[in-house]
């Protein structure tokens, strides 16, 4: 597959969404691949709290099981 489409977003408590895209430019059949995906702008608020993150990839052009394009990971947001 070629140029697949990511989106990352991050659900701060009881903050709104923010979401940002990228794409991975080639993903051979079967296979994962690491995306980096940037330009997030973090509140201050969201800071040293726990934090929602959805990821997902496609779908792609004839992909017929989509129930694995989606993962779910809670995070700490903090400065380093």
């Known amino acids: 597959e070629t140029d697949v489409p990511v989106a990352v977003t ?4 009881g903050l ?3 979401t940002q895209t ?3 430019a080639t ?3 079967n296979k994962s691949q690491t995306v980096t995906v ?8 969201a800071l040293s709290k726990v934090s929602n993150v959805t990821v997902t990839a496609g779908p792609v052009k004839g992909e ?3 129930t ?9 947001l903090q400065l380093q």
């Open 22 to 24: 990228g794409s991975i």
């Open 10 to 13: 991050i659900k701060p408590p």
């Open 64 to 66: 017929r099981v989509k």
């Open 16 to 18: 709104s969404e923010i």
């Open 27 to 29: 993903l051979p059949s």
């Open 38 to 45: 940037r330009g997030f702008v973090i509140p201050a608020e």
């Open 68 to 76: 694995n394009n989606t993962a779910r990971y809670k995070i700490l």
